[in-house]
């Protein structure tokens, strides 16, 4: 069994994209009317249900950020917009695609994806933020309604591949979807390309989200700006994210002027946005030395707070090559100076773990976790590195210990899968497995998985209960994506 545990070791697995065509004409979306006699209407249970199959989909076409820090402050400042936009109660989930190409999208049931190049492209968090809030109030504003109404027409697992094939600009789906797909995106595409209308209604709705939110409404118009001489400057690749939402010199001036009419004040980024896009930056490199000059560079600009940042970067990069003592030394420091940081202090741990001193890295998880109660990700790392320890059943009660909205997070169920096995308890290993590989999207490895641990001889009668029912609905899932192909 191999496992993708190693944090700072991604190899980014890019994928080709596609040029979206520009012909969609629907000026006059409406919201959904529940006295419609069409009976097509998709239902919000339904839209939900489309989204998560949407998000498994995706897995298997992009690489989903499994770093819970990054994962975290992502989550955090989506969930600061959400509450100050005009729904604030309906569901979101933000998520970060390790991806080159400039872009972001929103997908059925409020999945909003932000891929690694447009964080790493934007130089203010106020930047960032405009461009989720840009893409909450397509959500709000149902302005990819009717695309779902489409979709929805189809199985749902063929219109979630449909979907995320249309949305990430995916040339090659799996080779079983890609007719059926190549025949069911026109439709859904004509419904999926923003309007002129859309757009401006969801800058407009969106400035006011971000002011609300207490973001730079000035952002918005200084991102576009820099998107635009961004796609003079490429050419033919022009950032995706242009694709779906065309940035014309109207919409700058207008999102200007609009951004003009609120008070001037300083909005200094937080650090946490400086932390994690450095993170990303260290994370999703291709070329360390390149990447260890610049942070190497910038630690003689800016505040303070900056530099140490820099510094941060330094680290994570020496970290990365596995220089540990270059990486300690920095992180040492930093968290004798900083020790309410928590990127600080795991990052120092991580350090003490790549070079298996086991104690001292499981001791500043525990005193990590005490002072930081609510935050997750440490909490993964501790169960990661009780695991690499040897110690499976503290990796449980750990794992068990954690808030149940993160037991929907992919590496949970690896790192439960991972302990099992480590008790020798195969058959709730390929339990969890199985859950793991629906959760990105791949079922028949899932059906697989159920097979295996039906084969234990461990297994007991509840297990073997879960087992039929999960098998029953998996398989159920393939008829249905075969039915369409
Ligand atoms: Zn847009």
Not at 30 to 37: A, F, K, R, V
Not at 112 to 140: D, F, K, R
Not at 168 to 173: R, V, Y
Not at 199 to 207: K, T
Request: hydrophobic share 40%; aromatic share 10%.
């Amino acid at each position: 069994m191999k496992f993708k545990l190693s944090i700072l070791s991604i190899g980014l697995a890019l994928t080709v994209f596609s040029p979206l065509s520009q012909t969609a004409d629907l000026e006059k979306i409406q919201l959904p009317d529940m006295g419609d006699s069409s009976g097509t209407l998709i239902s919000p249970a339904q839209e939900l249900e489309l989204g998560g199959a949407f998000f498994r989909q995706l897995h298997s076409q992009v690489q989903i950020n499994e770093d819970v820090e990054i994962q975290q402050y992502i989550q955090e400042v989506g969930r600061r917009l959400v509450l100050n936009s005009d729904a604030p109660t309906n569901p979101f989930y933000f998520f970060v695609v390790l991806d080159d190409n400039i872009n972001a999208f929103a997908g059925p049931g409020g999945y909003i994806g932000i891929n690694s190049g447009l964080i790493l492209m934007t130089e203010a968090e106020s930047e960032l933020t405009s461009v989720m809030a840009h893409e909450v109030a397509h959500v709000t504003q149902r302005h990819l309604y009717r695309a779902f109404e489409a979709a929805s027409k189809l199985s749902i697992p063929t219109a979630a591949a449909t979907l995320a094939a249309i949305l990430i600009g995916i040339k090659n789906p799996a080779a079983g979807q890609a007719a059926l797909i190549a025949v069911q995106a026109a439709s859904v595409q004509k419904q999926i390309d923003f309007t002129r209308d859309n757009e401006q209604e969801a800058d407009r709705i969106g400035m006011q989200t971000l002011v609300a939110a207490n973001y730079d409404p000035r952002s918005m118009p200084t991102f576009f700006e820099r998107l635009q001489q961004s796609s003079r400057f490429y050419g033919q690749a022009a950032p995706e994210f242009l694709r779906t939402h065309p940035v014309t010199e109207s919409r700058i001036s207008d999102t200007r002027s609009r951004a003009d009419q609120y008070p001037y004040k300083q909005y200094p980024d937080s650090l946490t946005y400086l932390l994690a896009r450095t993170k990303l930056k260290a994370l999703t490199s291709n070329d360390n030395p390149a990447t260890l000059h610049y942070f190497q560079a910038t630690q003689a600009q800016g505040t303070q707070e900056q530099r140490m940042v820099a510094r941060y970067g330094e680290a994570l990069m020496y970290l990365k090559t596995q220089k540990l003592p270059a990486a300690e030394k920095i992180l040492a420091d930093l968290v004798s100076r900083y020790p309410d940081q928590a990127f600080y202090v795991s990052a120092l741990a991580r350090c003490h773990l790549e070079g298996k001193q086991f104690d001292k890295a499981l001791k500043i998880y525990q005193q990590a976790i005490k002072h930081f109660p609510t935050n997750s990700a440490l909490k993964f790392e501790y169960v990661n590195s009780l695991l690499k320890a040897g110690q499976p059943k503290v990796a449980q009660q750990a794992l068990e210990s954690l808030a149940g909205n993160v037991q929907e997070h992919t590496l949970y169920l690896e790192l439960l899968a991972q302990s099992y096995a480590d008790l020798k308890q195969m058959a709730e290993s390929h339990r969890y497995l199985a859950e793991y590989y629906y959760a990105v999207g791949q079922t028949k490895t899932a059906i697989l998985q159920i097979k295996l641990a039906q084969k234990e001889k461990s297994l007991n009668s509840y297990l073997g209960a879960i087992l039929e029912e999960r098998l029953h609905f998996f398989l159920e899932e393939e008829k249905q994506r075969r039915e369409n192909e």
